[in-house]
């Protein structure tokens, strides 16, 4: 069975940049779609940013259009968000999830990771 683990999250100042990691086990990513979620503290968890089994980039929040982007290590069996210019609400707690289904336009995610901590503070 598929298992994802993230890591990389952490503080940072607002402008800086993280990467976070999402390494898969048990399976390969190749072929599922990967979606990055994050949860600020006292809302509810949103869908950020995925990229489908044919690497097709699909961001579900336009704030982070122009800042984060998604790729895919298929030998490292990880996937990857890069995020840019952090701002202090991207504070929050960031999962990824795998879609045995290919397309980021399924909402249904099958597998998910414990997530990481990003907190953007001066």
């Known amino acids: 069975q598929l298992q994802l683990v993230e890591s990389g999250g952490g503080l940072v100042q607002p402008g800086g940049s993280l990467r976070l990691s999402c390494a898969g086990s048990g399976s390969t990513l190749g072929g599922y779609a990967i979606g990055w979620f994050r949860q600020a503290p006292g809302k509810e968890r949103e869908g950020i940013i995925c990229i489908s089994g044919s690497d097709v980039t699909t961001y579900y929040s336009n704030s982070v259009k122009g800042r984060f982007t998604i790729s895919r290590d298929n030998v490292r069996n990880t996937v990857y968000l890069q995020m840019n210019s952090l701002k202090p609400e991207d504070t929050g707690h960031y999962s990824c999830?795998?879609?045995?289904?290919?397309?980021?336009?399924?909402?249904?995610?099958?597998?998910w990771g414990q997530g990481t901590q990003v907190t953007v503070s001066s």
């Open positions: 999830a795998a879609n045995i289904s290919p397309v980021c336009s399924d909402p249904l995610y099958d597998y």
